[in-house]
């Protein structure tokens, strides 16, 4: 080995220890810096690439951590750690068979790894599991909605509940105020309100058009807020810094309620509410995290079957594929959870005619819409998530002038001051979850319009304090393991 490449190796080992420091910091950015100069430096030691891909891990850049550990197994193919972090990516992503086969690698080099051989028996549990309820799907086009097969009237209420109540068919102010604060006691309602609350707001939902027109009156104002990700505390905190929805005091919540936070269904709940309540003061988009293979892995399945029992998951995932995906505000600012395209020349009519009724696909306008974000870069490029793509600032310039419009809105990735202003300007990254799973450190935001000059007023607020709940409590038991 020559002086130069010694010299090389130490400077990449210090770089190493700068990144280790930064992850153990939650600074997972930093972190994935000092690691890619550890690697310029040295590309051949695999922990480095197997470090960043954990990095990677932790920022939900599954796509990127995937590589990233494939390139530690090439350059060591005895490198168990490599395997582990592929097997976690994978698993991240939902691809449970994928994952499998790298922990059953793990097992082989480390036959006596304790850990790597409960991680494997939890994987070959889910992926029984996987397999036992493909057996058992019904098509699409042979389900039947379950929404219609449920009368809430009928289903009695018991003398001895004393919580909020719904006389008849209306939600109204007074009981969604009472259920806020039933909610902050860590109380739930009962079962037959919140049968009621999904229903009516699946029904006004599904009446919708996959993109939404929104008109704001001159002197009239609008707020669009990012993911919540089942942060109630949170939520009510926006409430209280910018008033509570209404009419007069309307909302667009982007995306990626639940999942992650321990207050999913209380989100839910909350939004589904002010959308019954208040038809114009609560619009709501859909996230990829509205999605059954998402909940299933990320808690709110598990959340919604400990506080409202099995019936209601199907109902949701119902609910959840009548949510629109795409607004436009004043025929100004188009509002999306992830981002753009594939390819040019996608109009507002190919929006609106999306079939949105399903789960979401794993490619097309409907998946991008869902997953894509924009990248520093011109052009495009593969997505750091393995899902949808990355669009630079041209891809937008191109997408407003054919479409007549001036800003894009989009929520989607974890920013440190709750937002992120990119591409010359013309795009804004807004995401409302401050100090995201308790340890991300952020702030959130929100955006504030005021017709008719429509310039966005971004307000960035911190985390309040919440219950002793953790973030994934309700989660998939083998993906709490890797948190």
């Not at 299933?296 to 079957?305: D, R, T, W």
Request: glycine share 6%; hydrophobic share 40%; aromatic share 12%.
């Amino acid at each position: 080995m020559d002086a130069n490449s010694s010299t090389n190796e130490q400077k990449a080992e210090e770089l190493k220890l700068k990144a280790n420091d930064a992850f153990k910091a939650n600074k997972f950015s930093l972190a994935i810096e000092f690691y890619s100069q550890a690697i310029e430096l040295n590309d051949s030691n695999a922990v480095y690439w197997a470090n960043r891909a954990f990095a990677h891990t932790k920022l939900e850049e599954y796509g990127s951590a995937v590589q990233d550990a494939s390139k530690a197994i090439e350059i060591d193919p005895r490198y168990s750690k490599g395997y582990y972090r592929r097997g976690a990516a994978y698993l991240a992503m939902g691809k449970f068979k994928e994952a499998l086969k790298d922990f059953q690698q793990v097992k082989r080099i480390c036959p006596n790894d304790l850990d790597a051989t409960r991680k494997l028996k939890e994987c070959e549990k889910a992926v029984q599991k996987i397999r036992f309820e493909e057996a058992i799907s019904v098509a699409d086009e042979e389900k039947h909605s379950v929404a219609d097969s449920i009368d809430y009237r009928v289903i009695e209420v018991e003398p001895q509940y004393t919580g909020p109540k719904v006389d008849g068919d209306t939600i109204t102010l007074d009981f969604v105020e009472a259920m806020l604060d039933e909610f902050k006691k860590q109380k739930c309602i009962h079962k037959r309100y919140a049968y009621q609350i999904v229903l009516q707001a699946l029904e006004l939902l599904r009446s919708m058009p996959s993109l939404v027109d929104v008109n704001v009156p001159n002197g009239s104002h609008f707020t669009v807020c990012g993911d919540v990700h089942g942060q109630y505390f949170d939520l009510l905190n926006i409430f209280k810094l910018n008033g509570l929805p209404s009419e007069e005091n309307p909302y667009l919540f982007n995306g990626d309620f639940v999942d992650r936070g321990s207050f999913s269904v209380e989100i839910i709940l909350a939004l589904f509410a002010f959308k019954c309540l208040y038809p114009t003061g609560m619009y709501l988009a859909r996230g990829n995290h509205e999605s059954k293979s998402m909940n299933k892995i990320y808690g709110f399945e598990g959340e919604v079957k400990s506080k409202l029992g099995e019936p209601f998951i199907e109902l949701f995932a119902e609910a959840f594929c009548c949510l629109p995906l795409a607004h436009v505000i004043n025929n100004k600012v188009f509002v999306v959870h992830g981002g753009l395209f594939s390819v040019d020349g996608v109009k507002l009519s190919d929006i609106r005619a999306i079939d949105r009724f399903c789960e979401p696909p794993e490619e097309g306008l409907m998946c991008e819409i869902l997953w894509s974000d924009p990248q520093p870069q011109l052009g495009r490029g593969p997505s750091k998530r393995g899902v949808g793509l990355s669009f630079g600032a041209d891809v937008t310039e191109r997408f407003l002038q054919e479409n007549n419009l001036d800003l894009i809105v989009r929520s989607h990735e974890v920013k440190d001051e709750g937002y992120e202003i990119e591409h010359d300007g013309k795009l804004i990254t807004v995401f409302s979850a401050p100090n995201y799973c308790d340890q991300m450190g952020n702030k959130g935001a929100y955006i504030r319009f005021t017709a008719p000059e429509f310039k966005p007023n971004i307000s960035s607020f911190s985390a309040v304090p919440h219950p002793d709940v953790k973030p994934m409590a309700y989660a998939n038991n083998f993906l709490r393991m890797f948190q």
